[in-house]
């Protein structure tokens, strides 16, 4: 698939040409506002695993645990608002679509925002916010790729953790741009 769109970061792994073009251009509009150093493509597979999982041992973040293969000790900030789903924001047109609380009531799961007010929140708390880091641009799959039952979706991080997190939860990978499709 060709394109005229370019992204104004270097992509040093992926292959920008899996990308269609809308989701290229959404890719773009958030490489653009976050502005990171560079553009990482996740394609799945188990190499780029190996490879997030050394450098992420290199720096710390995980330590390996040698009784079994591929299995590691990670150290999170416990600040981090994935641990606090009272900081969530879920956005969906209609508030019942997500957050099963009557109007007026703070959620224990999360916290529901209009799509429009969410996109005004992100333009005034999201430039710059990946400056000198990498963005990590994982299609991922939420039940087997191609399922009428699965959720797909990209999900863009500068966390490596959550690059490969994501792994784990779901399944990640160039096939799942294939049923994104046009």
């Not at 773009?28 to 799945?44: N, Q, R, Y």
């Not at 979706?153 to 490969?164: C, K, L, M, P, R």
Request: net charge positive; aromatic share 4%; charged share 25%.
């Amino acid at each position: 698939m060709t394109t005229s769109i370019s992204l104004s970061s270097p992509v040093v792994r992926g292959d920008v040409s899996s990308l269609a073009p809308h989701i290229l251009a959404w890719v773009g509009d958030c490489v653009d506002l976050c502005t990171p150093k560079d553009v990482h493509i996740m394609d799945g597979s188990p190499q780029e695993d190996r490879e997030l999982k050394t450098m992420l041992v290199k720096k710390g973040v995980l330590t390996p645990l040698p009784k079994y293969d591929n299995c590691f000790l990670a150290r999170t900030d416990p600040r981090d608002v994935a641990r606090t789903e009272g900081r969530t924001v879920l956005s969906t047109p209609k508030r019942k679509h997500s957050v099963p609380t009557p109007e007026g009531v703070q959620g224990q799961l999360g916290n529901w925002m209009d799509p429009t007010e969410l996109g005004e929140r992100i333009k005034t708390l999201f430039p710059g916010c990946m400056s000198g880091r990498t963005m990590y641009v994982i299609p991922f799959s939420m039940g087997p790729v191609g399922s009428k039952l699965s959720k797909i979706g990209i999900e863009i991080t500068d966390s490596a953790y959550v690059a490969i997190s994501m792994r784990v939860m779901t399944r990640v990978g160039t096939k799942v741009l294939t049923v994104l499709g046009e």
